[in-house]
């Protein structure tokens, strides 16, 4: 977890690779339906956009359809989920059902004004559509506001561990690693 533009996506696919597990990211996932034009990515497009939060019930099933696949049996990689209360008290149903749980919640710490540079750059790089100026005020609002009391719901069943996220993205990996105990 942390506001856009923190990592999430890079360092998640990092220790996806170091750990041999597949990675869920649904910024990705319904990206992929809009470029597809799916029932979803229909659903999706404009909320997307305009930088807003896709519905709780949307992002429940897309997870619970993600979870049930066998290649998810053996632990996942979460990059972008879980982003409202709801959607971590319905994750931890979906996750009871199947007598899973969160391991480690890592909460990327990085101050705006890094945030801001990181998201331009970002947006010249790979041409993200709500990675211009209007959405991204929505985004870091929505973050703020939704997601931001998400990671003090998590904080009170002792699973987040904080990193420094801001540095190379090797030395980022490194406290990540040291965060979850892995070498
Ligand atoms: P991301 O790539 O993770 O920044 O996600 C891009 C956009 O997808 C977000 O700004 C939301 O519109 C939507 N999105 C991704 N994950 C979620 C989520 N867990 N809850 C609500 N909306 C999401």
């Given at each position: 977890m ?22 869920f ?61 709801p ?15 969160i ?38 609002r ?42």
């Amino acid at each position: 977890m942390g506001p856009p533009g923190a990592g999430k996506g890079t360092q998640g696919a990092l220790l996806a690779e170091a750990l041999a597990l597949p990675k869920f990211a649904t910024g990705d996932l319904l990206r992929d339906a809009v470029r597809r034009g799916t029932p979803l990515g229909v659903r999706a497009r404009a909320v997307m956009e305009a930088g807003h939060l896709v519905s709780d019930d949307i992002i429940l099933g897309v997870i619970g359809d993600e979870l049930a696949r066998p290649e998810a049996q053996g632990g996942v990689i979460l990059d972008g989920v879980v982003r409202t209360v709801p959607q971590a008290e319905g994750m931890a149903t979906l996750l009871g059902e199947r007598g899973r749980r969160i391991d480690h919640v890592l909460f990327f710490d990085v101050s705006d004004e890094e945030i801001l540079g990181r998201i331009e750059r970002r947006r010249t790089e790979e041409g993200r559509a709500d990675d211009d100026p209007a959405a991204v005020a929505v985004r870091l609002r929505a973050y703020r506001e939704q997601t931001a009391p998400v990671v003090d719901w998590y904080e009170a069943r002792g699973v987040v561990r904080s990193v420094n996220a801001v540095g190379t993205l090797d030395a980022v990996a490194a406290r990540v690693r040291e965060a979850l105990g892995i070498s």
